[in-house]
């Protein structure tokens, strides 16, 4: 009878091999179950952790990274009670790996060390050239892609040694997806076409949808709308016979992308849709915040500025809770990323915005630009600069709501009048809340014209009370305005424009910041506007 059980064992596992790759994960994951529950029921333990890294692979290819960490888990946990070495290394990379696309980068590393150390002691020669292509995937992250194709280089080496086809076409594509980054995209054609070839012959149908997903991304960057099409075509194809929600989520991004660039942004708008709710189903965070970014330069190319900036904000908070979990090693680089389309999104908005009198858009560029240099000047660097240029674009955007008539009117102001200008700060505030920045640049809106001595207004703040980012764009706001030619004076010169400020510190600027400025524009920084932020 144990004879009889052990073939429908081995028979059952054939099959399973056989349905996963050919890419029917149903029957495959109903074959690994059922000799799994065979072995386990008649003691043979020494099969499960192998069974149960089969089955949490499957999961992990449709997206079901909780579903594949508690299978590999569990395959962790039969190797070490049965005392094999080989397989709890390979569950410690398998669990690494889950970890890695869950974006758990706090514990990625320490769980590769412990399948590296394992592997070399258990002289797993395939394991540890898994291990060397997953270290490869991290440089890759860490934007270090020189180390990370050194690694995939020896991975694919010691994988071609073993005869291991199938693993070598995954570093093949791997190879590629470094190359797309690079923008070398010769390179990138040639690693795609050798993963395509080799996992077209052994018929792994995740390969071929993962090979044909990344083409799609390189023909777009390529501007090849047609193979683009033709590559998503296939993967989609692929993804919905595997079932896979997570490859469907990518597909859809990119048709969405492809509608984009074709000019069809209906059709573009529906498939980013359908890739969020995959995206969001699958709880795949970094997906997520990447089709909000893709769905925010839909908006860009309709002109619809608002929309896209509330995508960005919903994309920009992802990174950022993602970071604020250590989960991401490339968290940074992807939120700079969205902080440059942000930018360009408000630059959008503003000149799209009807101004009146003499103030316009060009205006708003000079404040930003010095607003930054006197920020920096007092220590703000990085991503808050890059902020606080966004608030010096938007800090006056309340003028909109103010009739024309009023503000272009030649003569002096009725009382009622002059308290309708004195709203716009208010008003500022309240249709920049409506954007829902990630960063607070609200302050920036609502007291550029409180004083340094209380006079100001909506909310009498004086000195340290008032926000730095409010008291530095007032100070960029007056330069740029005095050195700016109106409809009733030319303008005045640096020199000055700084007396007449002058006159205001302690008064109405802060004078600290001002004298700061001073000597920034003395040694002649101020006349060269800092334009590679655009």
Same mark, same amino acid.
């Given at each position: ?52 890294? !089969? ?8 997206? $079901? ?54 592997? $070399?002691?258990?002289? $797993? @020669? ?106 998503? $075509? ?31 942004? @209906? ?6 849709? =359908? ?111 890059? !902020? ?29 009048? !002059?308290? =309708? ?114």
């Amino acid at each position: 009878m144990a004879t009889v059980i052990k073939v429908n064992v081995s028979a059952l596992i054939d099959a399973a091999r056989e349905a996963e790759r050919v890419g029917d994960w149903d029957e495959a994951l109903a074959g690994y179950s059922e000799a799994l529950s065979h072995v386990c029921a008649n003691g043979d333990g020494r099969r499960a952790p192998e069974l149960l890294r !089969w089955i949490g692979r499957i999961h992990f290819e449709r997206g $079901d990274y909780e579903g594949a960490l508690e299978a590999f888990q569990a395959s962790l946990a039969k190797a070490q009670a049965s005392g094999q070495r080989e397989p709890v290394a390979a569950a410690l990379n398998c669990m690494a790996v889950v970890q890695q696309f869950r974006g758990r980068m706090d514990l990625v590393e320490p769980l590769y060390a412990q399948a590296a150390q394992v592997a $070399d002691e258990a002289g $797993d @020669q395939k394991l540890g050239a898994m291990v060397h292509q997953n270290l490869g995937t991290l440089a890759n992250m860490r934007g270090d892609l020189a180390l990370a194709l050194q690694r995939y280089q020896s991975a694919l080496e010691r994988f071609r040694r073993l005869g291991d086809e199938r693993t070598a076409a995954r570093v093949l594509n791997n190879m590629g997806m470094l190359h797309v980054d690079a923008a070398q995209w010769g390179e990138a054609e040639m690693c795609f076409t050798s993963a395509f070839e080799l996992a077209q012959r052994l018929g792994d149908a995740g390969t071929l949808a993962k090979v044909q997903i990344n083409r799609t991304e390189l023909a777009l960057k390529r501007q090849d709308f047609e193979g683009a099409r033709a590559c998503c $075509d296939q993967a989609y194809k692929i993804y919905s016979r595997l079932g896979s929600e997570s490859g469907l989520a990518e597909a859809y991004k990119f048709y969405g992308a492809l509608y984009r660039e074709t000019g069809n942004s @209906q059709l573009a708008h529906t498939h980013m849709t =359908l890739a969020l709710k995959l995206a969001q189903v699958c709880g795949d965070p970094l997906l997520e915040a990447e089709i909000e970014n893709e769905r925010a330069l839909v908006y860009m190319k309709d002109g619809r500025h608002r929309e896209a900036l509330r995508c960005l904000n919903r994309g920009h908070a992802l990174f950022r809770e993602l970071r604020a979990r250590r989960d991401l090693l490339d968290v940074e680089r992807r939120l700079d990323h969205v902080e440059k389309i942000y930018l360009r999104v408000v630059q959008m908005l503003e000149r799209d915005t009807p101004w009146a009198g003499d103030v316009t858009p060009d205006h708003y560029e000079r404040v930003a630009d010095y607003a930054c240099m006197l920020a920096q000047a007092v220590g703000l660097n990085g991503r808050d600069l890059t !902020w606080l240029r966004i608030g010096a674009l938007l800090y006056d955007i309340g003028r909109t709501a103010i009739p024309p008539e009023v503000l272009n009117k030649p003569g002096p102001l009725t009382t009622g009048e !002059w308290e =309708l200008v004195q709203r716009h700060p208010e008003l500022g505030d309240e249709m920049v809340a409506e954007l829902d920045p990630p960063w607070d640049i609200r302050p920036m809106a609502r007291y550029h014209h409180e004083h340094w001595d209380g006079s100001g207004y909506p909310d009498g703040l004086s000195g340290e009370a008032i926000p730095l980012a409010a008291r530095i764009v007032s100070v960029a706001d007056i330069y740029a305005a005095l050195t700016a030619p109106r409809s009733f004076r030319p303008p005045f010169s640096p020199r000055d424009a700084l007396h007449i400020m002058e006159r205001d510190a302690g008064r109405v600027l802060d004078p600290e910041l001002f004298q700061t400025f001073r000597s920034l524009v003395h040694d002649g920084h101020a006349e060269v506007p800092a334009l590679a932020w655009n």
